[in-house]
């Protein structure tokens, strides 16, 4: 059997997932929100707006983390 073939169990709980609920997208879990995506945005924007980083095109993780006012980390972590 190859990877990409639709074993007929998967197929039926497929089936049953839609007619249950109208769509087959993954149902929205409990639990804290992924901050992901706006601290990517929110550090994308700072770089683009430091001055250094336009003219020369560089700029530490710190210099992003401060401007941005978001931790070393999670700046390292974005890009």
Request: aromatic share 6%; net charge positive; with cysteine.
């Amino acid at each position: 059997m190859a990877k990409d073939e639709v074993t007929s169990s998967a197929l039926n709980k497929m089936m049953k997932k839609f007619e249950a609920t109208g769509s087959l997208a993954s149902r929205q879990r409990s639990g804290r929100p992924s901050t992901a995506v706006a601290v990517t945005t929110i550090v994308e924007q700072t770089v683009l707006s430091i001055p250094v980083v336009a003219a020369h095109r560089e700029c530490s993780y710190r210099e992003v983390s401060r401007q941005a006012g978001i931790s070393y980390g999670s700046v390292w972590r974005a890009l």
